[in-house]
């Protein structure tokens, strides 16, 4: 029997390569189980995927003050001593971690009891909870050639990420009757992230007499960041979040405004789908979105915006300029190397595994 348990959590980003995996996972005759937060957005995700979820404590190293980092200590022990109990329950071949804080507990636990560990990490430049959980892990994956420099040397390796497969998939037309649109104009996806953009919504709101004289707009706007007033405005469709139907707003955008989280601009290079990027600014988080967005820049995926020079004037130029040079930016994706990366994932996971049969 193979065993796996997969960790990560925080955001989107750490569950969607997971679930990207699940299909060749199951083929594979793998008996899966996830351990992630009590309350993050992965056991939301990962839940309608079918998979136990173990819920586990867990804390957050903060790099400014905050009176919750003198009691998240005690709850990332407790999230060790918790994964400890689970791992020896569910007895796994490998653990596969994606990040985020509630990983930390489960790969220490990991550590302690022998248990191969790979680490993926996606964003160029390692973060504190990846590199925490080092001295446990097996083998390192990144994504970008970049970050390998960043990684010790017998166990880096350069995977790409995972991408889900049924996003390439999609029906357009699904999609535009879904949104109550027409075939008639380009649709301009907007992409928050799970957590919504704040800055992004409001300049696509602020703009949005003028995006809609030459665009429709598909707005993922996050979780409680809905606008009312805007719910009967022709051409416009907001929505928190996008499940399955994610597929079939892929398949029905021309172009898409998001952050630059590592994994959703891969999925884009992989649709070949203009990019327009607003990467997170170096004042809400330590830069790895602004790197991100200047590496797919510098190869011709993606154009990008500062969120400093992000408004109601500079957000429809720089649509309307991506839009113009759509089809450059397009062959660039489509010359970009390609990497199966599933499948090497999956012969690492198999490696990893017959090491401890």
Known sequence: MKNIVLTGGGTAGHVTPHIALLPSLREAGYTISYIGSKKGIERELIEKEGLPYYPIS?????????????????????????SLR?????????????????????????????????????????????????????????????????????????TGSPIRQELLTGDKNAALMRCGFTEDKPV????????????????????????????????????????????DTPGYHEQEYAGKELKDYFAAA????????????CEFVALGLPNLLIPLPASQSRGDQILNAKSFRKQGFSAVLPEEELNEKTLPTAVSDLYANRQRYIDAMQKAPASDSIAIFMNL??????KTS
Do not use: W
């Open 58 to 82: 867990s804390g957050k190293l903060r790099r400014y003050f905050s009176l919750r980092n003198f009691t998240d200590p005690f709850r990332v022990l407790a999230g060790y001593f918790s």
């Open 254 to 265: 021309s172009l898409v405004i998001s952050r630059a989280g590592a994994n959703s601009i």
């Open 188 to 231: 301009l996806l907007v992409i928050g992230g799970s957590s919504g953009a704040k800055a992004i919504n409001d300049a696509v709101r602020a703009s949005l007499d003028t995006l809609l004289a030459d665009y429709q707009v598909l707005h993922l706007c996050g979780k409680g960041m809905l606008d009312p007033a805007l719910s």
């Open 349 to 354: 996971f198999e490696e990893c595994r017959k």
């Open 86 to 158: 689970l791992l020896k329950k569910l007895k796994p071949d490998l653990v596969f971690s994606k990040g985020g804080f509630v990983s930390v507990p489960v790969v220490r636990a990991a550590g302690k009891l022998q248990i191969p560990v790979i680490i993926h990490e996606s964003d160029m430049t390692p973060g504190l909870a990846n590199r925490l959980s080092y001295g446990c892990a097996t083998r390192i994956c990144c994504n970008f050639p970049e970050t390998l420099p960043y990684l010790p040397e017998a166990k880096a390796c350069l």
